[in-house]
């Protein structure tokens, strides 16, 4: 497992940016599937996006507005998030899992995003 801990949350507009930041602790980042997941209030945990090498998985819901990165020489991973929406508001999680495991089973605390209308 590896040590992740989430900046950059914060209040929006909609149509603002804002850029998630996740940073990973140990030597093996690089061999991690990096992933963001995000909570509303009331609702599941669903996945927003994740990376590993050149795959990179994007949910329907934020196609196009998000993008998602990673500097494996800083260990972290980053969320841009533009042309935000009132329903991008969660709490977004970063998770880790090696490439062949079925889970993430390394979760940072999240940090709050919220986006007014």
């Known amino acids: 497992q590896v040590q992740l801990v989430e900046s950059g949350g914060g209040l929006v507009q909609a149509g603002g940016s804002l850029r998630l930041s996740c940073a990973a602790s140990?030597?093996?980042?690089?061999?991690?599937?990096m992933a963001w997941f995000r909570q509303a209030p009331g609702k599941e945990r669903e996945f927003v996006a994740s990376i590993h090498s050149k795959n990179i998985y994007y949910a329907d819901s934020v196609k196009g507005r998000f993008t998602i990165s990673r500097d494996n020489a800083k260990n972290t991973v980053y969320l841009q998030m533009n042309s935000l929406k009132p329903d991008d508001t969660a709490v977004y999680y970063c998770a880790a899992r090696r490439e062949l495991s079925t889970s993430y089973d390394s979760w940072g605390q999240g940090t709050q995003v919220s986006v007014s209308s």
């Open positions: 140990g030597r093996t980042f690089s061999s991690y599937r």
